[in-house]
């Protein structure tokens, strides 16, 4: 329950610089042998998506910064890394680069964030909507799609690139097989370019030889096609090595598994010493900058090596138009890291120490546990986390997180229980009971005295406040361990405002109304003051409840605006806290006769408590009860008692929730001695939280399998779902039903 800083996930200046300078087509040098004829062929082939698949060094990437330097379109341009292996973060710099080459999509970017369950939900239609209203043709170019690994991140490019418009394309580089692409084969929507397409030609390699300054005869670059088998990587250290020799000896070919070996002989030691082991020792970074190399090599001289390095064309790949980043060519960077290891062997994690102290020192938590996470420096990468897990969640970067956790591991969490209390929290917030209970045993088993860098005071609050969420134990428990929680937090601290939600909730269940709004308003006061939204929804909801109970619905409608804006604001529609505010909100506008709005908020309130779980009882219970009483006052009473049916489940776990028990015994009564109040136009039962879950997946072309495998759960359960939905939606068909959600506002932005 930190604060939700939506779209402000605060990249450092040099994180910015980073993402900035992957969305810029990088130039071309002087000298590549052009595609133009290839390029344009694709271009004007009319069909929406490109896939140009090869092996390291066939000189992908160059043809992708030809094919934005000759286009006319608007270009949309991205280099891949491997921390876009997350769909959330894969759909922000996506939209990133989409809000730079299109007009109109300043607010594109904002409307990626949020937890894993808008992903495919709201996140990639959203994208894909934009996209599909593009009011100029344009090209988006995806240079490395190889180092998306990730299932989750292909559903979602499916759903994005789905929407192409015509007149537009999307062009993607890969040296795997990209998965989007045997489904738009079989529709004859795809141009596709291999290795054998790229492979150079004799008239080809004379060209790169003439680039370099080599001179050659045509009897000589054919044999030099023939034994390289047209490998551009290896016609260009062919034109190295006749710098020093004849080109005729070589004999380095695309499948050659002594690579190495002639990198070595004919680019790697012909330099410097002193060049050398720059080369070794930098090769442990992904972008290399002078600032930085000093500070891992411990030297001051790293400006002009780089800059003599990119003068002899040494495999250093510029980033920037300043010159300022680069990155070694792939096959380059792979040799120099297998150098490092056999001729300063246990020196690689001494040098990625010493980055992740640069990078934490620059304002780059997240770039700092990257680099500390392939170390022995556990304790230091379990604290880092630590501090930003949170930070990171409300961001919306969850796969990013849950890769930070298993590569840590469940022993080292465990070893450091403020962390285990924060995955707790993680897995609160994306409605996984289990994980979160595991991680609640854990925290309340262990025993820990050390610093906090949480923003807690220490661990023994931060412990109470989790326990006090999770409420294992009745109210009167919850109302102890939010106040020693209280006691702990000073007013300063950015988790107060969580512990007086938490008493106030424990002081309603106990039926101290005024207790209960005392701390609510002071939560939140506070939660104004630190911007913690999570918070500023569940108070203000609250209490516009207990006005509306109360019949004071002018004071009620105040209370109602500040959950529905802080909602709005931070774009939190699939966080569990807006079910509550939705189903205020609901009710708010059933009182002012507002119909459309109440069906709006209605469906936004059961699409939210997908995550709002029994780990968080209080939330879960409240919330449903009050969606429960808005669709029992519209007359949909299966809705109603579909809730009701809910609402036990959580109850059956958590049996002592105080008050809220004593409210669910009261609706249930009514809805059962009124069982003709539902109308001609009742909606029938809802959709449950597992199909919610399963409905964005309806978007994608995955087969009923792997949608199960997705979800882990039985090609059955999954048939069945897929069926209940049809049925609930009154459709017959996927298409059909992706349509009726999108028009009920359960899919889409």
């Known amino acids: 329950m930190r604060p939700a800083t939506g779209t402000e996930t605060a990249y450092a200046e040099l994180d910015r610089r980073l993402l900035e300078v992957r969305l810029v087509p990088p130039r071309l040098r002087a000298g590549t042998v052009s595609r133009a004829t290839m390029i344009d062929a694709a271009r004007t082939s009319g069909r929406r998506v490109v896939g140009i698949t090869a092996p390291a060094g066939y000189g992908k990437s160059t043809l992708l910064a030809e094919w934005a330097a000759r286009d006319e379109r608007a270009v949309a341009w991205v280099s891949l890394d491997r921390l876009d292996d997350d769909p959330q973060h894969l759909l922000v710099v996506l939209a990133s680069a989409v809000a730079r080459a299109l007009p109109g999509q300043a607010d594109l970017v904002a409307g990626m964030t949020g937890p894993g369950t808008s992903v495919l939900g709201r996140a990639a239609p959203r994208l894909a909507s934009a996209l599909r209203a593009a009011a100029t043709p344009f090209v988006l170019l995806l240079d490395d799609l190889h180092v998306l690994r990730s299932p989750a991140c292909h559903d979602a490019l499916g759903v994005v690139f789905a929407d192409i418009p015509a007149g ?31 492979a150079l030609d004799v008239a080809g390699t004379e060209r790169l030889f003439e680039a370099a300054r080599v001179p050659v005869t045509h009897d000589v670059a054919a044999a030099v096609t023939e034994r390289t088998e047209g490998w551009p990587a290896g016609v260009y250290l062919a034109s190295l090595v006749a710098r020093h020799g004849d080109p005729r000896d070589v004999t380095v070919t695309g499948g050659d598994p002594y690579v190495a070996d002639y990198l070595k002989r004919e680019a790697f030691e012909r330099v410097p010493a002193t060049v050398q082991r720059f080369l070794r020792r930098t090769s442990v970074l992904e972008v290399l900058s002078a600032p930085l190399c000093d500070a891992v090599l411990g030297v001051r001289t790293s400006q002009r090596l780089l800059r003599q390095l990119e003068a002899a064309n040494l495999f250093l790949v510029p ?61 230091r990468c379990v604290r880092l986390v630590t501090r930003i897990v949170m930070t990171n969640f409300q961001g919306g970067r969850i796969a990013t997180i849950h890769r930070w956790l298993r590569a840590l591991g469940d022993e080292a969490i465990s070893r450091h229980p403020p962390l285990a209390v924060l995955a707790g929290y993680v897995a609160v917030y994306e409605g996984h009971p289990l994980e979160a209970e595991r991680w609640g045993a854990v925290a309340d088993a262990a025993s820990y005295d050390g610093e906090t860098v949480d923003g807690t005071t220490s661990f023994d609050s931060a412990r109470a406040m989790f326990r006090a969420l999770r409420c294992p134990h009745g109210p009167g428990p919850m109302l102890e361990d939010a106040r020693r929680a209280l006691a702990a937090e000073p007013a300063w601290s950015l988790w107060r405002d969580t512990a007086l939600t938490l008493a106030g909730i424990a002081l309603l269940l106990e039926g101290d109304v005024a207790g209960a709004t005392s701390h609510l308003e002071d939560a939140i006061e506070t939660a104004l003051a630190v911007g913690s939204a999570d918070t500023l929804v569940i108070s203000a909801g609250v209490l516009g409840q207990l006005e509306m109970d109360s019949g004071r619905w002018q004071d009620a409608a105040g209370h109602v605006q500040v959950a529905l804006d802080t909602v709005r604001t931070h774009r939190m529609d699939d966080y569990p806290t807006a079910a509550l505010g939705f189903a205020v909100g609901a009710r708010l506008a059933l009182r002012r006769g507002d119909l459309a709005g109440v069906r709006d908020l209605l469906t936004r309130g059961m699409a939210a408590r997908v995550s709002c779980s029994r780990v968080f009882p209080t939330l879960a219970v409240r919330a449903r009860l009050q969606l429960a009483r808005v669709c029992w006052s519209t007359g949909d009473v299966a809705s109603a008692r579909h809730l009701l049916r809910e609402v036990d489940d959580v109850l059956a776990h958590r049996p002592a929730l105080g008050t809220l028990v004593d409210e669910a015994v009261r609706l249930r009564a009514a809805v059962s001695a009124d069982p003709q109040r539902g109308t001609p136009g009742s909606t029938g039962a809802p959709l449950t939280p597992a199909e919610l879950r399963l409905l964005p997946y309806l978007q994608t072309h995955l087969t009923i399998r792997e949608i199960a495998e997705r979800l882990f759960v039985t090609r059955n359960t999954v048939s069945s779902q897929v069926g209940s939905i049809y049925r609930k939606l009154g459709v017959s068909s996927r298409g059909g039903a992706v349509a009726r959600a999108t028009e009920m506002g359960l899919l889409g932005s």
């Not at 537009?168 to 692409?181: D, E, G, K, N, Y």
């Not at 994690?349 to 170390?375: C, I, K, M, N, Y």
């Open 168 to 198: 537009s394309q999307l062009v993607a580089a890969s040296r795997s097989a990209q998965p989007h692409l045997p489904r738009l084969r079989a529709a004859g929507d795809t141009v596709e370019i291999g290795a054998a397409d790229l």
């Open 319 to 379: 980033l920037d138009r300043r010159r300022e980043l680069f990155r070694y060519h792939a096959l380059f960077r792979d040799f120099l890291l297998g150098e490092l290891a056999v001729a300063e062997p246990g020196l690689a994690e001494t040098l990625r120490v010493r980055a992740a102290d640069w990078f934490e020192s620059q304002g780059s938590p997240e770039q700092a546990v990257e680099h500390l996470l392939p170390t022995t420096e556990r304790d």
